[in-house]
């Protein structure tokens, strides 16, 4: 496994790279109040595109909804070179307070994250 490191130290998540086979597994870790959430997507590209695509931030492509209970936001992680990997960040407020995850990854093709939103290439 090959750790990804953020340049934003406000964010705790992790993400992880892994090569299976002609694939590459992404996992990452989402860390919250609750017992922290480990989702994956498994990806047709070698471990070091993914490394070399990696700008150390997760870069926002939509406008983050946050009503105080919920909280929504699409982020792109890997622009390559015919589509991209987008995390959709998720968290709940719970009735204790406590904040939970559910999150997910997903590859996109034909776009990219480009200022601040999903475009074509």
């Given at each position: 496994?090959?750790?990804?490191?953020?340049?934003?130290?406000?964010?705790?998540?992790?993400?992880?790279?892994?090569?299976?086979?002609?694939h590459t597994r992404i996992?990452?870790r989402i860390v919250k109040?609750?017992?922290?959430?480990?989702?994956?997507?498994?990806?047709?590209?070698?471990?070091?595109?993914?490394?070399?695509?990696?700008?150390?931030?997760?870069?926002?492509?939509?406008?983050?909804?946050?009503?105080?209970?919920?909280?929504?936001?699409?982020?792109?992680?890997?622009?390559?070179?015919?589509?991209?990997?987008?995390?959709?960040?998720?968290?709940?407020?719970?009735?204790?307070?406590?904040?939970?995850?559910?999150?997910?990854?997903?590859?996109?093709?034909?776009?990219?994250?480009?200022?601040?939103?999903?475009?074509?290439?």
């Open positions: 496994m090959h750790t990804l490191s953020w340049n934003d130290n406000n964010i705790p998540h992790q993400i992880a790279l892994e090569e299976e086979g002609p996992e990452m109040d609750i017992e922290p959430e480990v989702i994956g997507l498994s990806v047709d590209w070698p471990m070091e595109k993914l490394i070399d695509a990696w700008q150390g931030a997760a870069m926002p492509v939509s406008q983050a909804f946050d009503d105080g209970e919920l909280f929504s936001h699409v982020r792109v992680l890997f622009n390559l070179e015919n589509g991209c990997v987008i995390w959709m960040v998720n968290h709940i407020k719970m009735p204790c307070g406590n904040k939970m995850s559910t999150d997910r990854l997903a590859w996109v093709p034909a776009m990219h994250g480009k200022d601040g939103k999903l475009s074509a290439i």
